[in-house]
C-alpha cells in the first residue's frame, strides 16, 4: 500500500496514491504501475519512481503485506501425508522384521 508522509508537503500525484494498493498472484513484477500515473515504484530496488527516475526525494513509503492463508491448508495436507507415510513406512519394517524372523526360524 502506497504510504505518503502527513507532516511533509507532498505533490497532486503522490496524495492521490496514498492508500492506493496492488495485489498479485504468483509472480511480484519489477516495478509497480499505476492505471493513471504509470510506473510509481520500483521493487528493484526499493525505491520511488512517482517523479520519475531523477527525482530520489520523494518521501513517501510502500507497506507491504504478504496473504499466505492459502498456504496452510496445503502444509495441513502434506502434514497428513507425511503422517500416513510414516506409518505405512513403519508398517512395512515390521513386516520385514517379521518375514526376516521366519526366514531364521524356517
Not at 34 to 62: F, I, K, M, T
Not at 90 to 106: G, I, Q, T
Request: hydrophobic letters at 35%; a negative charge.
Amino acid at each position: 500500500m502506497w504510504n505518503k508522509h502527513d507532516r511533509v508537503e507532498s505533490c497532486r500525484k503522490c496524495n492521490a496514491l496514498k492508500g492506493y494498493t496492488w495485489t498479485f498472484m504468483n509472480e511480484v513484477p519489477t516495478v509497480l504501475t499505476h492505471p493513471e500515473y504509470g510506473v510509481v515504484w520500483d521493487l528493484r530496488v526499493d525505491q520511488s519512481r512517482a517523479h520519475g527516475l531523477q527525482e530520489h526525494n520523494c518521501r513517501c513509503w510502500l507497506n507491504i503485506t504478504v496473504d499466505d492463508s492459502d498456504v496452510y491448508p496445503e502444509l495441513d495436507r502434506l502434514d497428513s501425508d507425511t503422517a500416513k507415510l510414516n506409518s505405512d513406512l513403519e508398517d512395512c519394517v515390521e513386516y520385514v522384521k517379521l518375514f526376516l524372523s521366519l526366514v531364521r526360524n524356517a
